[in-house]
């Protein structure tokens, strides 16, 4: 994402928000990013450790006060006329065909004592629309952080990506995870970000691919995060730590506060032990792949990409066929990627059920790689895809 009052996405911003609310004098631009996660998928709601990285793909929104002390008026380039809601209705906003997520974040704004009065507010994105890249995290993160600055009590990064959080929680029913919104909002250029999700602390590793770059690969299915599959898995990881406690306790051990407080040692012995096999199936993805998490970041770390990527591939197998969250359309592209000798790593990442896979990719073979995975993707799921080399950004920041 580009700083400079030149790059073409502010410029247009800025036309379409004069055309919708009369002029755009005075307008305060602020963008956040999408995210793309190289390791630890579906283990941020269960205290695990994550590794996504900001794109330079992201939401920009412009703002300016409106004079009323009430009514909030959002639109977007891509969307016909304006969605407006009263601050002192806040919640008949959830009934929004689009506007919800900004609701959900001004409510959770001034409830943390934000002082919003009304705004108009105008949208674009550059995220392709359900590629499983958190277009949303960065709606949230963007408003927030705008909101937040307009009306003069800055929050935290972490603040910001707490509350985009909770307003996707509690007010577009997705109980979806804390990594998009932090990836959106504490990301930095060139590195991924190692977080503790439960702790919510980080630290960034530089992302040092030498002559390989990442290559996000998309199925075009619309993936449908907000639909049953992700609350679903939630539900059985809730019982898979129940589950594990019991059988802890009955081996004369203590209760863990989550399933990534258990080590590979405990999911071996205890894990043949839970009766059902899809509960048993999700436990062991989630311990598992935490492990994976912390080796994967000290190999980067050590510059050895061949076995990062290797980490990558067995992270995938076990998103499919342990968690079951991945579905015909990822696996089909995963697959023509293991074919590929210069894709050093290969994985579905977000939250599946359609959306993209990352792949790391010789720089050299770049164009032979889209050339050889839209092939093989097409021929067997009849679905075009689309790709794109991706650069690793800042998160949320004002622009203008
Ligand atoms: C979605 C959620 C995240 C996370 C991923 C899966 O992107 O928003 O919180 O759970 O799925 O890793």
């Known amino acids: 994402m580009d700083t400079d009052r030149t790059n073409p996405q502010i410029g247009q911003l800025l036309d379409f928000f004069g055309k919708t609310f009369g002029s755009s004098e005075g307008v305060r631009v602020f963008a956040a990013p999408g995210r793309v996660n190289l390791i630890g998928e579906h283990i941020d709601y269960c205290g695990g450790f994550v590794f996504p ?9 412009a703002v300016r006060k409106n004079g009323t002390k009430d009514t909030v008026r959002l639109a977007a380039t891509t969307i016909d006329g304006v969605r407006s809601f009263k601050l002192s209705d806040i919640e008949s906003a959830k009934a929004l065909d689009w506007g919800n997520y900004q609701a959900g974040v001004v409510r ?20 392709p629309f359900g590629a ?30 707490l509350a985009g959080q909770r307003a996707e929680n509690r007010f577009c029913g997705v109980n979806c995870g ?18 503790d999700c439960a702790s919510v602390t980080h630290k960034y590793a530089p992302l040092d691919l030498g002559d390989s770059v990442l290559v996000l690969a998309n199925t075009c299915k619309k993936h449908a995060l907000g639909a049953s599959k992700y609350n679903e898995r939630r539900g059985e990881v809730a019982v898979g730590l129940e589950e594990m406690n019991r059988i802890a306790l009955a081996h004369g051990k203590t209760a863990k506060p989550n399933l990534c407080a258990f080590n590979k040692a405990e999911l071996l012995e205890y894990a043949p032990e839970i009766a059902n096999d899809i509960i048993r199936k999700r ?15 000290t190999l980067l770390e050590s510059g050895n ?17 342990l968690y079951e969250a991945t579905g015909e359309e990822l696996d089909a592209i995963f697959d023509a990627a293991l074919d590929f000798s210069d894709c050093i790593g290969s994985r579905m990442t977000g939250g599946g059920f359609g959306g993209c896979t990352v792949n790391i990719v010789k720089a050299s073979a770049v164009e032979a790689f889209k050339a050889h995975a839209a092939a093989a993707y097409t021929a067997k799921t009849g679905n075009i895809p689309e790709f794109y080399v991706c650069e690793i950004g800042n998160g949320a920041r004002e622009l203008v």
């Open 53 to 61: 990285a900001a794109l330079t793909l992201g939401t920009y929104v």
């Open 108 to 127: 959770e704004l001034m409830l943390l004592g934000v002082p919003v009065e009304g705004f108009d507010a105008a949208y674009l994105s550059t995220i």
């Open 132 to 161: 499983g890249l958190s277009s949303s995290a960065s709606i949230e993160v963007s408003t927030g952080l705008a909101v937040s600055e307009l009306f003069g009590a800055p929050v935290t990064g972490k603040e910001l990506a």
């Open 178 to 195: 804390i990594m998009d919104q932090f990836a959106s909002a504490m990301g930095l250029a060139g590195h991924a970000i190692l977080l």
């Open 283 to 297: 436990v062991m993805h989630v311990v598992s792949e935490n492990e994976r998490v912390k080796e994967a970041v």
């Open 305 to 321: 990409l061949t076995a990062f990527g290797a980490l990558l591939r067995d992270a995938n197998q076990s998103i499919r066929y």
